[in-house]
């Protein structure tokens, strides 16, 4: 599970082609770098249509020994080398599409003064940053604001070839969903998504799956976690992820990066569970997979660790396929050491939550937790990162071994030294609540994170005989845990025991800050992110509203949440903090309950009628209030190239941290050397 950054105020409020071309390659750079790193670090690198490029910092980078530096090389090449396997995931036509856009970029000689080539660039921008031609947020197809006949004549002036449905589809209304999460529908029908073949229907997965049977019932394998469910003479069969197999060709170049990494751990049980992530890959094998995981959960010492693998399953509309993505961390020592705290103390967060006794852990394990700087992100963790990630997934090893959780600190310090919008003033209720956000968000945002990565998702447990979420609570799982774990954070944020244990020195206002933000953000301001008469799709943005409008509904009768309106504007104004903090109580316990028991016709309610619908005048005012301000809503990174040197014998003496100069240059240099998959060309 991962943990979005959602757009904040003044401070943020967190809570993740077939090119046929006969000229010869172009003799300009494409990738523009700055050498050095300034003193005064710029984290902003430029911004178009909705999108903010940042870049951050590897801090503690020259502190680390050249072998330390060697394993997260590797690491971060392995990750690029399955680079274009997320845009294939995204969108069966992406890789034909961005191919041939790009080939017109780099190429194209002619006017680039009309607001037409201004369009187009920004057009294929919004694909960089989505990895396809679907919002990276909304999962709504992105049109361009250029016309089909522009695009057809810089295809000719450029000798590209794209034509057909790859083509046709920028400009029609096909394919308009990602992922199609609406109530009534066949979701994976129409979903974009390239998870299933296109003729594949919801009630065939769920048949299909539902004949899949673990060796041990309570050790199920992730089924569909790493393959593509399509049909071949009319019978439905698995195109599994692996060498040899579907996205073989990336697959081999990870492995031979693994395989380096490995080379160079710092530790046995670290180079044991690369050796069996290897396994994995060149088998395809889910057990490997449970293996491995088992295997990486538990192997927490060492300065280095990394995500890497088909591991998230938002992008598929029933939760089973898992989207490529990598992050490879840095330990920061001094905020780990800190923060540790909570998961030394994670049994008595379970022992005293609202939760049914029969629903609690008896037993909380394994749970790590670390503040970490990223050094290098890939597939669906780039250009848009989480902010915090909990894994593994699966139910039965977070009981039985336990779970890694990290805060992704530099991530995080970045977006709150890029600037701030301006926007607190204008949607807060009062100066106290300016002035409570600004004193006390900052640390109220990265304990939120903490305790929904470290609490959250690891705590409670599924009755006996219930299924995986995925099975029993369908379309609704994800938005269902991220709410549950955000909950688990809301809880615990307006409590003394924080202040006990250390984190903060007025736990009063720190959940206060918390609790104004989360609701501002659940019924407000996210909102921004929507088109007028859109309803609520993302799984984040779901969980943020079904929680946030369920408090106010049952909390009316006490006034808990006034809705205000003055001078034309709305505003939501808590009024009692206790009564919030035992409603957030109550949700948190029967969120346990409908995952425990797999009880779906709850989930579904819940979600549907709290987080789906958006009130309609309240989204138009939103819309009207954000118009004064120029910051785009959604932010992304460029990352650091790490550029070895070496000696005669090709050795490694040292790695340099680069930092890219332009966004569209890094997305060509990452075209050009991990162009991986030529199968789908």
Same mark, same amino acid.
Not at 197 to 209: K, L
Not at 263 to 290: C, F
Not at 501 to 515: F, I, T
């Given at each position: 599970?991962? *943990?979005?950054?959602?757009?904040?105020?003044?401070? +943020?409020?967190?809570?993740?082609?077939?090119?046929?071309?006969?000229?010869?390659?172009?003799?300009?750079?494409?990738?523009?770098?700055?050498?050095?790193?300034?003193? #005064?670090?710029?984290? $902003?690198?430029?911004?178009?249509?909705?999108?903010?490029?940042?870049?951050?910092? %590897?801090?503690?980078?020259?502190?680390?020994? *050249?072998?330390? @530096?060697?394993?997260?090389?590797?690491?971060?090449?392995?990750?690029?080398?399955?680079?274009?396997?997320?845009?294939?995931?995204?969108?069966?036509?992406? +890789?034909?599409?961005?191919?041939?856009?790009?080939?017109?970029?780099?190429?194209?000689?002619?006017?680039?003064?009309?607001?037409?080539?201004?369009?187009?660039?920004?057009?294929?921008?919004?694909?960089?940053?989505?990895?396809?031609?679907?919002?990276?947020?909304?999962?709504?197809?992105?049109? =361009?604001?250029?016309?089909?006949?522009?695009?057809?004549?810089?295809?000719?002036?450029?000798?590209?070839?794209?034509?057909?449905?790859?083509?046709?589809?920028?400009?029609?209304?096909?394919?308009?969903?990602?992922?199609? @999460?609406?109530?009534?529908?066949?979701?994976?029908?129409?979903?974009?998504?390239?998870?299933?073949? =296109?003729?594949?229907?919801?009630?065939?997965?769920?048949?299909?799956?539902?004949?899949?049977?673990? =060796?041990?019932?309570?050790?199920?394998?992730?089924?569909?976690?790493?393959?593509?469910?399509?049909?071949? $003479?009319?019978?439905?069969?698995?195109?599994?992820?692996?060498?040899?197999? *579907?996205?073989?060709?990336?697959?081999?170049?990870?492995?031979?990066?693994?395989?380096?990494?490995?080379?160079?751990?710092?530790?046995?049980?670290?180079?044991?569970?690369?050796?069996?992530?290897?396994?994995? /890959?060149?088998?395809?094998?889910?057990?490997?997979?449970?293996?491995?995981?088992?295997?990486?959960?538990?192997?927490?010492?060492?300065? %280095?660790?990394?995500?890497?693998?088909?591991?998230?399953?938002?992008?598929?509309? +029933?939760?089973?396929?898992?989207?490529?993505?990598?992050?490879?961390?840095?330990?920061?020592?001094?905020?780990?050491?800190?923060?540790?705290?909570?998961?030394?103390?994670?049994?008595?967060?379970?022992?005293?939550?609202?939760?049914?006794?029969?629903?609690?852990?008896?037993?909380?394990?394994?749970?790590?937790?670390?503040?970490?700087?990223?050094?290098?992100?890939?597939?669906?963790?780039?250009?848009?990162?989480?902010?915090?990630?909990?894994?593994?997934?699966?139910?039965?090893?977070?009981?039985?071994?336990?779970?890694?959780?990290?805060?992704?600190?530099?991530?995080?310090?970045?977006?709150?030294?890029?600037?701030?919008?301006?926007?607190?003033?204008?949607?807060?209720?009062?100066?106290?609540?300016?002035? *409570?956000?600004?004193?006390?968000?900052?640390?109220?945002?990265?304990?939120?994170?903490?305790?929904?990565?470290?609490?959250?998702?690891?705590?409670? @447990?599924?009755?006996?005989?219930?299924?995986?979420?995925?099975?029993?609570?369908?379309?609704?799982?994800?938005?269902?845990?991220?709410?549950?774990?955000?909950?688990?954070?809301? /809880?615990?944020? /307006?409590?003394?025991?924080?202040? #006990?244990?250390?984190?903060?020195?007025?736990?009063?206002?720190?959940?206060?800050?918390?609790?104004?933000?989360?609701?501002?953000?659940?019924?407000?301001?996210?909102?921004?992110?929507?088109?007028?008469?859109?309803?609520?799709?993302?799984?984040?943005?779901? $969980?943020?509203?079904?929680?946030?409008?369920?408090?106010?509904?049952?909390?009316?009768?006490?006034?808990?949440?006034?809705?205000?309106?003055?001078?034309?504007?709305?505003?939501?104004?808590?009024?009692?903090?206790?009564?919030?903090?035992?409603?957030?109580?109550?949700?948190?316990? #029967?969120?346990?309950?409908?995952?425990?028991?797999?009880?779906?016709?709850?989930?579904?309610?819940?979600?549907?009628?709290?987080?789906?619908?958006?009130?309609? #005048?309240?989204?138009?005012?939103?819309?009207?209030?954000?118009?004064?301000?120029?910051?785009?809503?959604?932010?992304?990174?460029?990352? =650091?190239?790490?550029?070895?040197?070496?000696?005669?014998?090709?050795?490694?003496?040292?790695?340099?941290?680069?930092?890219?100069?332009?966004?569209?240059?890094?997305?060509?240099?990452?075209?050009?050397?991990?162009?991986?998959?030529?199968?789908?060309?």
């Amino acid at each position: 599970m991962k *943990l979005k950054l959602i757009m904040g105020m003044a401070l +943020l409020t967190a809570f993740s082609y077939s090119c046929k071309n006969d000229k010869a390659e172009p003799q300009a750079e494409t990738v523009e770098t700055e050498t050095k790193i300034e003193a #005064e670090f710029d984290f $902003n690198v430029e911004q178009f249509a909705d999108i903010k490029i940042l870049r951050y910092q %590897i801090p503690g980078w020259e502190n680390l020994t *050249l072998k330390e @530096q060697k394993l997260v090389y590797y690491l971060g090449q392995a990750g690029l080398a399955g680079r274009d396997i997320i845009w294939d995931q995204n969108y069966r036509h992406n +890789l034909t599409i961005r191919k041939a856009l790009e080939n017109v970029y780099i190429n194209y000689s002619g006017d680039k003064a009309t607001n037409d080539w201004s369009a187009f660039e920004t057009y294929l921008k919004r694909i960089w940053f989505s990895n396809g031609i679907h919002h990276h947020y909304s999962n709504d197809k992105m049109k =361009p604001d250029f016309s089909k006949d522009y695009l057809v004549s810089l295809l000719k002036e450029t000798n590209t070839s794209l034509e057909g449905e790859a083509l046709d589809v920028l400009f029609n209304d096909k394919d308009s969903k990602k992922v199609n @999460q609406a109530k009534g529908i066949d979701n994976v029908l129409l979903s974009a998504v390239n998870f299933y073949g =296109p003729d594949v229907t919801t009630a065939e997965v769920e048949a299909f799956y539902k004949t899949k049977k673990s =060796p041990n019932p309570e050790k199920p394998l992730s089924f569909g976690l790493n393959s593509k469910l399509v049909k071949e $003479n009319g019978k439905l069969v698995e195109q599994v992820y692996k060498s040899g197999g *579907l996205y073989g060709s990336a697959i081999d170049q990870i492995v031979s990066w693994l395989e380096k990494a490995q080379s160079v751990a710092e530790n046995k049980a670290q180079g044991d569970a690369i050796g069996l992530l290897i396994s994995y /890959y060149k088998t395809g094998d889910l057990q490997t997979w449970d293996d491995y995981n088992v295997a990486w959960t538990a192997a927490t010492e060492g300065n %280095i660790d990394y995500i890497n693998s088909f591991i998230e399953v938002y992008n598929d509309p +029933l939760g089973y396929t898992g989207s490529y993505e990598t992050i490879v961390q840095i330990k920061d020592f001094d905020m780990s050491e800190k923060m540790s705290v909570l998961s030394e103390n994670a049994q008595w967060f379970e022992d005293n939550s609202p939760l049914m006794e029969a629903h609690k852990k008896k037993n909380v394990v394994g749970v790590s937790y670390k503040v970490v700087n990223v050094a290098a992100e890939a597939g669906d963790a780039s250009p848009s990162t989480p902010i915090g990630v909990n894994l593994p997934n699966a139910n039965w090893i977070r009981a039985a071994v336990g779970s890694k959780s990290v805060s992704l600190g530099n991530i995080i310090h970045a977006y709150n030294n890029a600037g701030s919008t301006g926007r607190l003033k204008e949607f807060a209720h009062d100066e106290e609540e300016i002035q *409570l956000e600004e004193k006390y968000g900052q640390v109220a945002d990265k304990l939120h994170t903490a305790l929904h990565e470290v609490i959250g998702h690891a705590s409670g @447990q599924l009755n006996p005989g219930v299924g995986e979420t995925k099975e029993t609570l369908k379309t609704y799982s994800s938005t269902l845990e991220e709410g549950r774990a955000d909950l688990v954070g809301l /809880y615990y944020l /307006y409590n003394p025991k924080l202040q #006990e244990l250390g984190l903060v020195d007025d736990w009063k206002s720190v959940g206060k800050a918390a609790y104004d933000g989360y609701i501002r953000n659940g019924l407000m301001t996210q909102l921004i992110r929507l088109n007028i008469g859109d309803d609520v799709e993302e799984a984040h943005m779901r $969980n943020r509203q079904w929680v946030s409008a369920w408090a106010f509904e049952k909390g009316q009768e006490a006034n808990v949440i006034e809705k205000v309106t003055r001078d034309g504007k709305t505003y939501f104004n808590i009024t009692d903090y206790d009564k919030l903090h035992d409603l957030f109580g109550q949700l948190l316990r #029967e969120t346990q309950r409908i995952k425990s028991e797999g009880d779906f016709k709850a989930v579904q309610a819940l979600v549907e009628d709290y987080g789906v619908k958006v009130d309609q #005048e309240i989204h138009a005012e939103v819309l009207k209030r954000n118009e004064q301000f120029e910051s785009a809503p959604y932010s992304g990174f460029v990352n =650091p190239m790490l550029v070895p040197e070496m000696d005669e014998s090709g050795e490694i003496t040292k790695i340099n941290v680069v930092q890219p100069k332009t966004f569209s240059g890094q997305m060509l240099e990452y075209s050009k050397n991990y162009n991986f998959l030529p199968e789908m060309n």
